[in-house]
């Protein structure tokens, strides 16, 4: 079985400020890692994606995330928000045992001000 | 390219009434899924579809059927609606059953039911 779970619920952050968001994962086998943003009245969209490799993964619009093993987390980060990333954040794991079943997090609502 | 389209936008029903939500894709792709979306729980999986012709149970089944129409669509349909049916739902496709390629959603239905 697999499960994640997203350690923030809320994050509150002034423009320009950097962000983290955590996410931790819990698989019996190897994984894939996905990273999903949903903007206000939207569908999810990919910000990006582990599969194997390098374990530092650069997506969309400035974002990055890095794959731990060993702490089983695939956290979340960019060096420097703007309005425009409000939005709810969404992580997700794929175990290579059930390879079409994506589980979520309960995700991360996170609010930048001015 | 339209991508994932959904309609309705927004519905309310009554207890005991039936609708059917409509989701097509334009991508040629293979797999197809319904989700629900609820405060603090993240996208749960209530059914999916690896092909034409198939359909398969997720997370969340109960109360719910499916029919996979043709490449393109893949509907949901709720026989008789219940409060707890209350949610955001979802539809999505990705190109190859399971592995590793990217799911694109469509941008949801709003339903309530009273």
């Known amino acids: 079985a697999q499960s994640v779970t997203q350690l923030d619920s809320q994050v509150p952050v002034f423009e320009e400020a950097p962000v983290e968001l955590r996410c931790n994962y819990s698989?019996?086998?190897?994984?894939?890692l996905f990273w999903y943003v949903q903007y206000p009245n939207q569908g999810l969209q990919l910000l990006l994606k582990?599969?194997?490799?390098?374990?530092l993964v650069k997506g969309i619009n400035g974002f990055e995330a890095e794959f731990n093993k060993s702490q089983t987390s695939f956290h979340l980060r960019k060096p420097s928000v703007h309005i425009s990333d409000t939005a709810e954040y969404f992580c997700?794991?794929?175990?290579?045992?059930?390879?079409?079943?994506?589980?979520f997090g309960a995700g991360t609502t996170v609010t930048v001000r001015a | 390219n339209a991508g994932v389209t959904q309609t309705p936008k927004f519905q309310v029903l009554k207890t005991g009434q039936s609708m059917t939500l409509q989701c097509a894709q334009d991508?040629?792709?293979?797999?197809m899924y319904w989700y629900r979306q609820d405060p603090g729980m993240g996208l749960r999986l209530i059914y999916y579809?690896?092909?034409?012709?198939?359909?398969d149970k997720g997370e969340v089944p109960n109360g719910y059927n499916v029919s996979r129409l043709n490449k393109r669509e893949f509907s949901l349909r709720l026989e008789s609606a219940a409060p707890s049916q209350t949610s955001v739902y979802f539809c999505?496709?990705?190109?190859?059953?399971?592995?590793?390629?990217?799911?694109?959603f469509g941008p949801g239905t709003r339903l309530t039911v009273l």
């Open positions: 579809s690896a092909s034409e012709g198939t359909t």
């Open positions: 698989s019996s086998v190897s994984v894939y």
């Open positions: 999505a496709s990705s190109q190859n059953r399971g592995g590793i390629d990217e799911q694109f």
């Open positions: 997700a794991v794929r175990s290579e045992s059930t390879d079409y079943k994506l589980s």
């Open positions: 582990y599969l194997s490799g390098s374990t």
């Open positions: 991508m040629n792709h293979n797999s």
